[in-house]
Nanobody, 126 residues
Framework: VQLQASGGGSVQPGASLKLSCAGS????????MGWFRQAPGKEREFVAG????????FYSDSVKGRFTISKDATKNTVYLQMNSLEPEDTAVYYC????????????????????WGQGTKVTVSS
């Protein structure tokens, strides 16, 4: 399984970006996909997750209402639409995959995911 994350860039506060995570080597159906981020000098943290089986979506409190996770089965891709970006959103964003469905408490944990993309950098600065 390979995950290819893309869509990062440098934007001003208030702008939007859409990250993509394309999977290859297996279908993303029957998986749980997560987005995590790691800011400079900080630990990697959960951002958003989606369970393919029931399309349930989960967000960290810091991005709820601003970010939206979605999926496209035809493209075997998961997206993270990021609106109203803030300097605090500056980080390297990683997508991750778990084969199967995760409960919420596990979905937010890095160790629950077997496969990781390479990361895409997002910089929010004026």
């Amino acid at each position: 399984v390979q995950l290819q994350a893309s869509g990062g860039g440098s934007v001003q506060p208030g702008a939007s970006l859409k990250l993509s995570c394309a999977g290859s080597g297996r279908t993303l159906r029957a998986t749980t996909m997560g987005w995590f981020r790691q800011a400079p000098g900080k630990e990697r943290e959960f951002v958003a997750g989606i369970r393919w089986s029931d399309n349930n979506k989960f967000y960290s409190d810091s991005v709820k209402g601003r970010f939206t996770i979605s999926k496209d089965a035809t493209k075997n891709t998961v997206y993270l639409q990021m609106n109203s970006l803030e300097p605090e959103d500056t980080a390297v964003y990683y997508c991750a995959l778990h084969i199967g469905s995760l409960i919420l408490s596990s979905l937010k944990k890095e160790r629950s995911y077997e496969y990781w993309g390479q990361g895409t950098k997002v910089t929010v600065s004026s």
